[in-house]
């Protein structure tokens, strides 16, 4: 019989992940990334059309992928999610809390984020954010847990942000069209909410074989203006913005059985951001 090692630890093999918001930027390298390591994965996300896309390029890759349509808004729609993840595998081994209303700052998206400074900014847009970013996260794992506690185990891995973390600093967001860009707050206290959700469950959990933990990613490099870039990279001690290839070790360790002791915890990779 060969030894096992530490590697073996990080295997997958046989288990089922659900990704919420699978087919967003890290969406798609976190299901990669715990395919590789041997999952069945379930990318959920509100855009069918993305996420039927990652699925079946990661089919094509020989990895085993499905994808769903999910409103984590909507308390119906996650448990059709959960029930079609067993239908499809006979198990929900791990969940991940991914998707989430991220006003990002990279080519895609400049222009669609709200340009309000806070004393502005609308109680509608407040309201939608908390509802997707947290709300959404809770009716996600109330549809997953019961199936995990059928089967006497399951992971959970919450993605919070540094901006649960630390205050965002509004002086790296540049002027675009002659307009500040404001990091909105509902941002930073629905990713601060989401550690306390982290600690809640693990703790709820205790004695059920149901570990519970956040990642919290820095800013990951997609094509950002230079300016902002440079800005993001002087505040962290690395000085740079993460690689979008950075957060998937993180992921799967959390994942797999590689963090067996480790639940209401949180593991920042934000390249000493919140260190500085
Ligand atoms: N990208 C970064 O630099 C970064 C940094 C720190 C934290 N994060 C966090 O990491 C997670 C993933 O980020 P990302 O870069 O993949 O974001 P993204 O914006 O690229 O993807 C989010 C995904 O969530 C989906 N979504 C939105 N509303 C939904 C709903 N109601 N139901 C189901 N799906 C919905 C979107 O369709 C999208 O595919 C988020 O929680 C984000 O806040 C990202």
């Given at each position: 019989m060969t030894e096992k090692t530490?590697?073996?630890?990080f295997s997958l093999q046989g288990k089922t992940a659900l990704v919420t918001g699978g087919a967003g930027l890290l969406g798609k390298r976190f299901t990669l990334a715990l395919a590789q390591a041997g999952a069945n994965v379930m990318v959920a996300d509100l855009n069918l059309d993305a996420a039927q896309a990652h699925a079946e390029a990661l089919t094509q890759k020989g990895y085993r992928a499905h994808a769903a349509m999910l409103n984590v808004t909507e308390p119906e729609s996650c448990k059709q999610v959960v029930a079609d993840s067993l239908k499809l595998?006979?198990?929900?081994?791990v969940l991940v809390n991914s998707a989430a209303m991220d006003p990002k700052f990279d080519p895609q998206n400049l222009g669609k984020?709200?340009?309000?400074a806070f004393e502005h900014y609308s109680p509608e847009a407040w309201r939608f954010t908390l509802d997707i970013n947290l709300t959404g996260m809770f009716l996600a794992t109330q549809a997953t847990v019961p199936a995990m506690l059928d089967a006497g185990r399951g992971v959970i891995v919450n993605i919070c942000s540094t901006y649960g973390l630390n205050g965002p600093d509004q002086r790296i967001y540049p002027e675009v069209d002659g307009q500040v860009l404001y990091k909105p707050g509902d941002y930073s206290v629905a990713k601060a909410g989401v550690l306390g959700f982290t600690r809640y469950l693990a703790a709820y959990y205790a004695g059920k074989n149901i570990r519970v933990n956040a990642l919290t990613p820095g800013g990951v490099f997609n094509n950002h203006n230079q300016t902002f870039a440079d800005n993001y990279a002087a505040k962290t001690i690395m000085g740079r913005m993460a690689r979008i290839d950075e957060m998937d070790a993180a992921m799967l360790f959390l994942c797999?059985?590689?963090?067996?002791?480790?639940?209401g915890s949180n593991l920042v990779v934000d390249g000493g951001w919140t260190a500085w």
């Open positions: 530490v590697l073996d630890k595998y006979g198990s929900v081994d984020q709200n340009k309000n797999s059985d590689a963090s067996s002791y480790m639940t």
